[in-house]
């Protein structure tokens, strides 16, 4: 049977170990070339796939390939699109099936969180509803660690890691301060529904750090966390307290809500930080300083985890693999086996169980009071930010690549989407 090309892409907010994943894919693809032929990415996520603005990975030498390890953010772009269902735009459809068909692909590989997932398990039932046979592996990512059954998600272990580290180099420069300056830090970080990074700022307190976490999980009570500062700066001399940008007030308004909502059709977040700065300045009085990690979070390489990049290869490369053995409609796990010592596999998961279905804080990660983590969510989270992966530098400044991202020749009439 003639070999067939792959569709590989990138969707929604990237992550400093995607192109950790995308290094899994192409170079695992390229040890099997008698049954995949080539790796075409799809520029700008599904995008790629609709307006047939493909790239041929093929042009990329194999140091380049290897160099993506280490380079943070979406080497072919990325992109917020998601595609509506059959019954509601089956022009859409149609429309990959016609790129599919023109370029030989079976294979379709796409690197993303929630809902990638469920654009990944719809692209897996053309072969049942429109009739063209298409095997579809949908590889994790996304910093917000709120996919259902893996035990964590590639793209979290780093994050986690450079807020953790942030949120204790930012402590350190407060607690130098309190005396007759700063009283009080508030970070703020990604996760709208899901408090996996913010939980990752309570590792500061076996430090020594006066610290309070603020949950999405946890409906936002400001009587009871103004008291909660007041008595740690009172005790201590400041307090560090790190907001997910999710933080909600009891009756579900954001605390960060701006008004406007993103491609998918989500609040638009960006301004917990200030906000709850500001709350505890008119209450308390205390002179502050906050910040708002962003994009920072996401895209901080230098300080990735090696266990988080080592995890992002290896679902990559299990994509591949899974297609190859006959899978479709299937996404790679990380499976636990051992929290100490740390020991993980991959597994497998169905789509069907995870498109559209978020990963919450379990309560008992959360301490009684809703301000911290427990023991258990240390247990969880120390072994994801172990171990450094430093990219090479030049010149004092990492040195990252940037592919040739050369096109495919186009062979079909324009789409408008």
């Known amino acids: 049977m003639p070999a067939k090309n792959a569709f590989y892409a990138q969707s929604g907010g990237v992550t400093a170990v995607i192109n950790a994943s995308a290094c899994g894919v192409i170079e695992t693809a390229r040890q099997h070339k008698d049954k995949i032929a ?3 990415a799809g520029r700008n996520g599904i995008i790629g796939a609709l307006t047939e603005d493909l790239i041929d990975t093929s042009q990329e030498s194999d ?48 690197n993303g969180g929630g809902d990638s997932a469920d654009t990944c398990y719809k692209v897996s039932q053309l072969s049942e509803t429109l009739g ?8 994790p990512k996304t910093v917000d660690n709120d996919l259902p059954i893996t035990d964590n998600c590639p793209g979290f272990g780093s994050v986690a890691k450079y807020i953790a580290t942030s949120a204790l180099e930012a402590s350190f420069d407060v607690r130098s301060m309190a005396k007759t300056s700063t009283k009080l830090f508030v970070l703020e970080v990604m996760g709208r529904h899901a408090g996996w990074i913010a939980a990752a700022g309570g590792l500061i307190d076996d430090h020594g750090i006066p610290v309070l976490v603020l949950f999405p999980e946890i409906e936002f009570d400001q009587d009871r966390f103004m008291a909660k500062v007041k008595a740690m700066v009172e005790q201590h001399g400041y307090c560090t307290v790190v907001v997910s940008e999710g933080c909600h007030w009891p009756d579900g308004r954001f605390l960060a809500e701006q008004g406007t909502k993103d491609a998918f059709g989500h609040a638009q977040l ?10 505890v300045k008119e209450a308390l009085g205390y002179k502050f300083h906050w910040a708002v990690a962003d994009y920072l979070q996401r895209a ?20 591949v693999e899974f297609a190859l053995a006959g899978h479709n409609a299937i996404m790679p796990t990380i499976k636990r086996v051992s929290s100490d010592p740390y020991r993980w596999e991959v597994g497998e998961a169905p789509l069907s169980e995870v498109a559209n279905v ?32 430093y990219p090479p530098f030049t010149n004092g400044l990492p040195r990252f690549v940037t592919l040739k991202n050369a096109a495919v020749e186009k062979k079909l009439a324009a789409f408008e989407l």
């Open 38 to 40: 080539n790796v075409y």
């Open 270 to 279: 960006g301004g917990a930080a200030p906000v709850v700065a500001n709350m």
């Open 132 to 139: 063209y046979p298409v095997q579809a592996i949908h590889v």
């Open 63 to 110: 140091d380049d390939i290897a160099a993506l390890r280490y380079t943070p953010a979406g080497a072919f772009g990325s992109c917020r699109y998601k595609l509506k269902s059959l019954e509601a735009n089956r022009r859409e459809y149609e429309r990959l099936i016609e790129v599919f068909k023109a370029h030989n692909i079976g294979y379709f590989f796409y």
């Open 300 to 319: 901080a390489r230098h300080l990735a985890s090696k266990t988080d990049v080592e995890q992002a290869y290896a679902t990559g490369k299990a994509g």
């Open 358 to 389: 978020e990963k919450f804080m379990p309560r008992e990660f959360i301490t009684e009071d809703g301000f911290g983590i427990t023991a258990a969510c240390k247990e969880y989270l120390l072994p994801l930010i172990q171990g450094e992966d």
